[in-house]
């Protein structure tokens, strides 16, 4: 092909594939599969690698992303990205409404309209775009400073890389500059996808916390991959800055974002109501979660003489829908068997329409939560869904328990290999002993040793992990490496592509650091932060494996209980026969030389995280702290340094305080760093 023929097709590519993803992404309604749209897309990423000078800063090649971000440098906002204050009652909203009717009247204006707008549980960011292209990308942050994330919001396919005016360009003068503000999330079925393949106790609890993991990922190419979205809410930059917010909404349609379009103009709080009322039922139909309504007044030019309180506007709230329950019949329970024998209980229970899906099973946790619920066989319950993804039991019914109601009686033996249960002292949950031969321990050690803090090995999911081991093509994670492309084209739903790209994946599992292998082999115990700090103290496995347990006990946040286990662990002889396939197959059994720090600001500090933060994950936040100086752990004592604290803090925040340990919030957090 020439260059001028290859120039035609990729504005014809680039054209069609922004139609599909539109179609797909924004209008809910796709005309071709995914592996026609994938084909698409390699089409062109092919005429651009050929010809480079025919790449465009906006073209759809720049979404599926590659580049490794290793700071994500500060960004301050030119006004401040404010944090709307919540209400759960309908009064409430109509104290607001009478509060905002006051001062419009103080300014002489006349009876206020409001924009309704669903609120959608994601991650605010900002988008700027400079003569219609957009230039960067940054989260909320603390309001006044965010992170610049423009490597990663370039993937999102609802993210325009450049936007016109329709019927003509927006920009009139160089270097003119266009501001969107909005919401990142992610989809139900994305998120499902995503959650899909991974290990049970990996998974994310809901789409807002797997969207705010993704975004400070330093790996833009898997940003792209669990796919997620952005709708806009705010413009900010045209001519007009009188324009009300009703027809910014419209008007930010029309340049080709997202905006959810389920929205509406009201005038008082009879039409506020009904439309919250509206929404309480027809949000579950949605292919996103929304938590709630937004409230904004739609004439913007009052937004600044009515001002702000230090976090919140006066001229917006928000209505936040409350958790939502439903009343079922527990008909029985069954005995599911973690990767390490933990025996848990799962209620089976007679469905029941809960937050838009259908319930049928629930955890119970462990037998101590069955006794203090008092629940049995047989009971009406309450179960409720708040954001997670399983539904809990949160209350019998006791005054409806009808008669013959059952008793539900901790298992004599494994449901999965038959052995009798045994309880250690001090534990409130039972285990099967027989690690060897148990498939469910087998299938859990190999679904954790695959998971994405662990080895990350991709396309190993579930139900092929299944395949191998009740086939007994694979024991342990060590034989992964050892399987062939024959053999796994003999399994149900594996062709050539699906097998050879299982075989990649496994490859590139060896470059995986030995921190992560050492969390892969799922010592009981031993999560991220004591694996690493394993991994400084012991820098090889082979160290490990000697290294006796007094001296492992002394590590910093290791203690008796993880050193005796660790012991355990490596005494077992099918662990041994798995290291040394692990060996065989080129992973890291030693760690690399320690990289050099961007700061010594946390050095000397003992780091604990509680509760939920709002702008990084866990993993993201310790990194964080370790390139700084610090160290992670995940008890509290006399010896912690700083506890930082997010919302729904518990036991560790309380104990903190008890013991005098200084506690942070988020804001301080990141001034630290």
Same mark, same amino acid.
């Given at each position: 092909?020439?260059?001028?023929?290859?120039?035609?097709?990729?504005?014809?590519?680039?054209?069609?594939?922004?139609?599909?993803?539109?179609?797909?992404?924004?209008?809910?309604?796709?005309?071709?599969?995914?592996?026609?749209?994938?084909?698409?897309?390699?089409?062109?990423?092919?005429?651009?690698?050929?010809?480079?000078?025919?790449?465009?800063?906006?073209?759809?090649?720049?979404?599926?992303?590659?580049?490794?971000?290793?700071?994500?440098?500060?960004?301050?906002?030119?006004?401040?990205?404010?944090?709307?204050?919540?209400?759960?009652?309908?009064?409430?909203?109509?104290?607001?409404?009478?509060?905002?009717?006051?001062?419009?009247?103080?300014?002489?204006?006349?009876?206020?309209?409001?924009?309704?707008?669903?609120?959608?549980?994601?991650?605010?960011?900002?988008?700027?775009?400079?003569?219609?292209?957009?230039?960067?990308?940054?989260?909320?942050?603390?309001?006044?400073?965010?992170?610049?994330?423009?490597?990663?919001?370039?993937?999102?396919?609802?993210?325009?890389?450049?936007?016109?005016?329709?019927?003509?360009?927006?920009?009139?003068?160089?270097?003119?500059?266009?501001?969107?503000?909005?919401?990142?999330?992610?989809?139900?079925?994305?998120?499902?996808?995503?959650?899909?393949?991974?290990?049970?106790?990996?998974?994310?609890?809901?789409?807002?916390?797997?969207?705010?993991?993704?975004?400070?990922?330093?790996?833009?190419?898997?940003?792209?991959?669990?796919?997620?979205?952005?709708?806009?809410?705010?413009?900010?930059?045209?001519?007009?800055?009188?324009?009300?917010?009703?027809?910014?909404?419209?008007?930010?349609?029309?340049?080709?974002?997202?905006?959810?379009?389920?929205?509406?103009?009201?005038?008082?709080?009879?039409?506020?109501?009904?439309?919250?009322?509206?929404?309480?039922?027809?949000?579950?139909?949605?292919?996103?979660?929304?938590?709630?309504?937004?409230?904004?007044?739609?004439?913007?030019?009052?937004?600044?003489?009515?001002?702000?309180?230090?976090?919140?506007?006066?001229?917006?709230?928000?209505?936040?829908?409350?958790?939502?329950?439903?009343?079922?019949?527990?008909?029985?329970?069954?005995?599911?068997?973690?990767?390490?024998?933990?025996?848990?209980?799962?209620?089976?229970?007679?469905?029941?329409?809960?937050?838009?899906?259908?319930?049928?099973?629930?955890?119970?946790?462990?037998?101590?939560?069955?006794?203090?619920?008092?629940?049995?066989?047989?009971?009406?319950?309450?179960?409720?869904?708040?954001?997670?993804?399983?539904?809990?039991?949160?209350?019998?019914?006791?005054?409806?328990?009808?008669?013959?109601?059952?008793?539900?009686?901790?298992?004599?033996?494994?449901?999965?290999?038959?052995?009798?249960?045994?309880?250690?002292?001090?534990?409130?949950?039972?285990?099967?002993?027989?690690?060897?031969?148990?498939?469910?321990?087998?299938?859990?050690?190999?679904?954790?040793?695959?998971?994405?803090?662990?080895?990350?090995?991709?396309?190993?999911?579930?139900?092929?992990?299944?395949?191998?081991?009740?086939?007994?093509?694979?024991?342990?994670?060590?034989?992964?490496?050892?399987?062939?492309?024959?053999?796994?084209?003999?399994?149900?739903? @594996?062709? !050539?592509?699906? #097998?050879?790209?299982? *075989?990649?994946?496994? +490859? $590139?599992?060896? %470059?995986?650091?030995?921190? &992560?292998?050492?969390?892969?082999?799922?010592?009981?115990?031993?999560?991220?932060?004591?694996?690493?700090?394993?991994?400084?103290?012991?820098?090889?496995?082979?160290?490990?494996?000697?290294?006796?347990?007094?001296?492992?006990?002394?590590?910093?946040?290791?203690?008796?209980?993880?050193?005796?286990?660790?012991?355990?662990?490596?005494?077992?002889?099918?662990?041994?026969? @798995?290291? !040394?396939?692990? #060996?065989?197959?080129? *992973?890291?059994?030693? +760690? $690399?030389?320690? %990289?050099?720090?961007?700061? &010594?600001?946390?050095?000397?500090?003992?780091?604990?995280?509680?509760?939920?933060?709002?702008?990084?994950?866990?993993?993201?936040?310790?990194?964080?702290?370790?390139?700084?100086?610090?160290?992670?752990?995940?008890?509290?004592?006399?010896?912690?340094?700083?506890?930082?604290?997010?919302?729904?803090?518990?036991?560790?925040?309380?104990?903190?305080?008890?013991?005098?340990?200084?506690?942070?919030?988020?804001?301080?957090?990141?001034?630290?760093?």
């Amino acid at each position: 092909m020439d260059k001028a023929k290859a120039k035609q097709e990729a504005e014809r590519l680039r054209e069609e594939i922004n139609r599909h993803n539109r179609l797909y992404y924004v209008e809910a309604r796709p005309v071709i599969s995914d592996f026609e749209f994938d084909r698409l897309l390699e089409r062109l990423v092919g005429i651009e690698r050929e010809f480079p000078d025919l790449a465009t800063p906006d073209s759809p090649s720049q979404r599926v992303g590659g580049e490794i971000t290793r700071e994500f440098p500060p960004v301050i906002h030119r006004e401040p990205m404010l944090s709307l204050a919540n209400t759960y009652s309908v009064e409430e909203v109509a104290d607001f409404c009478r509060r905002v009717e006051k001062l419009v009247e103080a300014e002489g204006g006349k009876a206020p309209e409001f924009v309704a707008e669903l609120k959608f549980d994601g991650v605010a960011v900002s988008l700027l775009y400079r003569d219609g292209i957009l230039v960067r990308g940054s989260t909320r942050g603390d309001g006044t400073r965010g992170d610049d994330i423009t490597v990663n919001l370039r993937t999102i396919p609802t993210v325009p890389l450049s936007i016109v005016m329709p019927g003509g360009p927006l920009f009139g003068s160089a270097g003119s500059e266009i501001e969107v503000r909005g919401e990142v999330f992610m989809r139900k079925e994305d998120f499902g996808k995503l959650n899909e393949d991974r290990p049970e106790e990996d998974r994310f609890a809901n789409p807002r916390n797997a969207t705010a993991g993704t975004l400070k990922l330093q790996d833009s190419s898997e940003v792209a991959r669990r796919k997620m979205s952005f709708v806009a809410y705010f413009l900010k930059g045209l001519e007009d800055e009188a324009m009300p917010q009703l027809r910014r909404l419209q008007q930010l349609e029309s340049m080709g974002f997202m905006t959810g379009r389920n929205y509406r103009l009201c005038r008082g709080v009879e039409e506020i109501s009904g439309f919250i009322g509206e929404w309480s039922e027809k949000r579950w139909a949605l292919p996103y979660e929304t938590d709630g309504v937004v409230l904004k007044l739609n004439d913007v030019s009052l937004w600044d003489r009515l001002g702000a309180t230090a976090k919140s506007p006066r001229w917006a709230i928000a209505y936040k829908y409350a958790a939502q329950q439903a009343r079922t019949v527990l008909r029985d329970v069954v005995f599911q068997v973690g990767r390490l024998g933990t025996i848990t209980p799962v209620a089976e229970l007679v469905p029941v329409r809960l937050a838009g899906s259908t319930v049928s099973r629930s955890t119970l946790h462990n037998f101590d939560e069955i006794d203090r619920l008092g629940v049995r066989i047989g009971d009406h319950v309450t179960i409720e869904k708040s954001g997670e993804v399983i539904p809990k039991v949160v209350a019998v019914v006791l005054d409806e328990r009808p008669p013959g109601t059952v008793a539900i009686d901790v298992p004599e033996v494994c449901p999965a290999c038959g052995a009798s249960l045994v309880r250690p002292e001090g534990e409130v949950s039972f285990y099967c002993p027989d690690e060897s031969g148990c498939p469910a321990q087998k299938r859990g050690r190999i679904l954790h040793f695959a998971s994405r803090n662990a080895m990350d090995i991709q396309n190993l999911g579930e139900s092929l992990v299944a395949q191998l081991v009740d086939r007994g093509m694979i024991d342990d994670p060590g034989d992964l490496y050892r399987l062939t492309g024959e053999q796994l084209e003999s399994l149900e739903r @594996m062709g !050539a592509k699906s #097998a050879g790209n299982l *075989l990649e994946a496994l +490859a $590139e599992s060896r %470059k995986r650091g030995y921190e &992560r292998l050492l969390y892969a082999l799922g010592i009981r115990h031993v999560g991220r932060a004591t694996a690493r700090e394993l991994a400084q103290a012991c820098p090889s496995l082979e160290r490990l494996r000697e290294t006796g347990e007094e001296e492992l006990a002394a590590v910093p946040d290791i203690g008796p209980v993880i050193a005796r286990s660790i012991r355990e662990y490596f005494a077992r002889p099918w662990v041994n026969d @798995m290291i !040394a396939r692990l #060996a065989e197959a080129g *992973l890291p059994l030693q +760690a $690399e030389a320690p %990289k050099s720090l961007v700061n &010594r600001n946390f050095e000397g500090l003992s780091v604990i995280f509680t509760g939920g933060l709002e702008r990084y994950d866990r993993q993201a936040a310790s990194e964080l702290v370790l390139e700084r100086g610090g160290r992670v752990v995940t008890s509290v004592s006399k010896k912690t340094g700083l506890v930082v604290a997010g919302s729904d803090a518990g036991s560790k925040l309380d104990k903190a305080r008890k013991l005098g340990v200084r506690v942070i919030g988020e804001d301080e957090f990141e001034a630290m760093l």
